[in-house]
């Protein structure tokens, strides 16, 4: 009897899976955050605030709820979130209208944030949990259906209500683009057909060049637009060096300053209020500059080790819902972090994009950790069987 219950006790475990892979690189990459963040904020937030760990204690606290809301929505089978994805959609998009309210507020020269119940937080976070459950839903709605015609302008379609509001409410074209990309990135893997994507990538190529081209042509205009000088900064960031060019700049200065193996946790100088909101976007610029070539790499290959848990799991979701959960999270920390290292490393013009997990922001850790778990949910329902 009790060699029955023990083969039955086995069997129960060989059924089960959790990707402790996937848990060990998101707390070393919070925990690793979280080191780079003080080290990074001290010096300002003692003079602004009259203490070096401000940043660090707000970051510490949402990082502590968000692990908290990672291992309950972990715990529940991720179809449960299916039946409220409608839901999640309209109520992300009326957040984005609150902050036209008294209850938005101004922050660093942008209106993006919302105070509820004396908590700060960007809807355009919400918006990007809430669009990827709707799109995962709206993928097995439509069903094959995806491939024709209208089923691929639906899906592209649905996304632009809410990147028109993130874009034209909160003025940040970055969480909008990023919102797109992650529909593009779900109707890309559900669809078959690929000339599609070709045809919108040299469209969009095309268009971009275009903007460039008219902007340059205008660059002495006394009325150039806040984004055109920051165009003109990304193409030559010396000649705006006293405005649009500075912190890209001093960004660079960081990178090239730190060699390969870094001046030494702490050691940085850019740091000292030369660097912007170093913080913030721009942080990645300090890990190159304190930890050199070295840190930077082993800080993209966590990243890349992360896309690949990803994978793995969607690969092996237990049906089109739970794969398409998954990644549409791995399409928002996979263009996270391309875009912000391309934006430090001036290879893109200069957009505030946070770096997943290690920049500074309450809500986008707390919203990041949830996504975890939902990959973390979808992955316990794979059989080991399977993989």
Same mark, same amino acid.
């Given at each position: 009897m009790a060699d029955r219950n023990a083969g039955r006790r086995k069997k129960g475990q060989q059924e089960s899976f959790f990707d402790y892979t996937l848990l060990f690189i998101v707390?070393?990459?919070?925990?690793?955050?979280?080191? =780079?963040?003080?080290?990074?904020?001290?010096?300002?937030?003692? =003079?602004?605030?009259g203490d070096s760990a401000y940043y660090l204690k707000k970051q510490l606290v949402a990082t502590l709820m968000g692990l908290v809301l990672m291992v309950i929505v972990a715990s529940i089978p991720y179809h449960f979130w299916e039946r409220f994805a409608t839901l999640g959609y309209l109520v992300s998009a009326f957040m984005i209208l609150l902050v036209l309210t008294p209850l938005g507020y101004e922050a660093n020269g942008a209106k993006r944030w919302i105070r509820i119940a004396g908590m700060s937080l960007q809807p355009a976070e919400v918006a990007k949990l809430a669009m990827i459950l709707?799109?995962?839903?709206l993928v097995c709605k439509i069903g094959k259906g995806?491939?024709?015609t209208k089923g691929f302008m639906i899906m592209l379609a649905a996304?632009?209500?809410i990147c028109g509001e993130v874009y034209l #409410?909160?003025?940040?074209?970055?969480?909008? *683009?990023? #919102? @797109?990309?992650?529909?593009?990135? =779900?109707? @890309?893997?559900?669809?078959?057909?690929y000339k599609k994507f070709v045809l919108i990538g040299l469209a969009g190529a095309a268009a971009a060049a275009l903007v460039v081209f008219l902007i340059v042509n205008a660059a002495s205009s006394d009325n150039m637009s806040f984004r055109g000088g920051r165009i003109l900064a990304w193409l030559d960031p010396e000649a705006y060096a006293d405005g649009k060019g500075f912190q890209t700049l001093q960004a660079?200065?960081?990178?090239?300053?730190?060699? *390969?193996?870094?001046?030494g946790l702490g050691q940085s100088m850019q740091k000292l209020g030369f660097l912007p909101e170093a913080q913030n976007d721009?942080? @990645?610029?300090?890990?190159?500059?304190?930890?050199?070539?070295?840190?930077?790499t082993a800080v993209i290959v966590l990243f890349i080790l992360l896309i690949w848990r990803f994978m793995v799991i969607a690969n092996n979701a237990p049906d089109l819902f739970g794969a398409m959960l998954v990644v549409g999270v791995m399409g928002h920390i996979a263009i996270q972090v391309i875009l912000n290292i391309a934006v430090v490393t001036n290879t893109i013009p200069n957009t505030g994009i946070s770096l997943p997990f290690?920049?500074?922001?309450?809500?986008?850790?707390?919203f990041l950790l949830i996504e975890m778990g939902l990959v973390l949910s979808v992955g316990k329902g794979i059989k080991l069987k399977d993989l």
């Open positions: 707390l070393f990459l919070l925990g690793f955050g979280l080191i =780079m963040l003080y080290s990074t904020s001290s010096y300002e937030a003692n =003079m602004d605030f709707f799109l995962a839903s995806i491939r024709t996304p632009l209500p #409410i909160t003025k940040n074209l970055s969480s909008a *683009i990023i #919102i @797109f990309g992650i529909a593009v990135l =779900m109707v @890309f893997v559900s669809s078959p057909d660079l200065y960081a990178i090239g300053s730190g060699g *390969i193996w870094g001046k721009m942080i @990645f610029s300090i890990i190159c500059e304190e930890l050199g070539l070295f840190g930077a290690i920049s500074y922001g309450g809500s986008s850790v707390l």
